[in-house]
């Protein structure tokens, strides 16, 4: 009895604890696709960004409190570095997320309220992820603090990011795969007949090529067959063509043997 009791109180206890660690998406009811977008960020999830502008500091946590204390939620917040005066920006209890083909925004609302401007509103931090393939995360820096209107104002931030890319399915077409297949056999084919030609027929030089006299002949067969079909001229010129080199090699031994015979 205790020890289920103590389970329960365990689990909502840890249940209260994730939900204060985490991105907590706003409105009554979750969109399984800002759900789903929110799970591409996990391998973001607790990492910390710094980035200073003029005499601000901000820091960022993704779906994690920059404060170590939790009840604070603060995903996001500007220190102004000579007073150390701390304003919440965004908070992770109040996230929007949506992406776009190589993109994903991340939005902390219920920040702090503004003193005077934009009709002292929370503030809002909007964080503009955009795909690197190069980087898990990177180049964390604001853009743009806008608070020049009467509501709806925000600070942007950028940063680079892998997991903003789009899915990329690796997908080998039933042709490539024969090709490798087909790669791989011929490989095995020259390795294993080299390997049979020398250590077991003990062949020497080119002879160690398997079957090197089958492809011989089969490339002459194909130069053969090359010949017939590529050449446009008739047989007949190629032939006197060639009529001409052998005329001149053979020749040249006839004319050394009448050199030869005077003597
Ligand atoms: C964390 O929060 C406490 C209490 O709100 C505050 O005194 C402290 O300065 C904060 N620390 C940082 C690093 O923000
Ligand atoms: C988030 O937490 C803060 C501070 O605890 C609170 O003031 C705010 O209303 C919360 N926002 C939402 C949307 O729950
Ligand atoms: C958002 O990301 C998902 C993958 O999680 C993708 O299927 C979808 O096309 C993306 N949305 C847009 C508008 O590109």
Redesign the pocket.
Known sequence: MYVRLLCVCLAVVSAIAADADNCKLNGDQESASERAVLERLAPLKNMRFETTHEEYTYKFVVCGG????KS?YDGL?QNKTAKSE?TVVGRINDTTVFNGTDWIMLIYGSGEQYDSHCGKEPRKAMIMISCNKKTLASDFMIVHEERDKSKECFYLFEMDSSVACPVEESHLSVGSILLIVFAVLVGIYIIGGFLYQRFVVGAKGMEQFPNITMWKELGNLVADGCDFVCRSQPRSSETAYRGVGDDQLGEEPEERDDHLLPM
Request: hydrophobic letters at 45%.
């Open positions: 920059v404060n170590g204390s604070t917040i701390i």
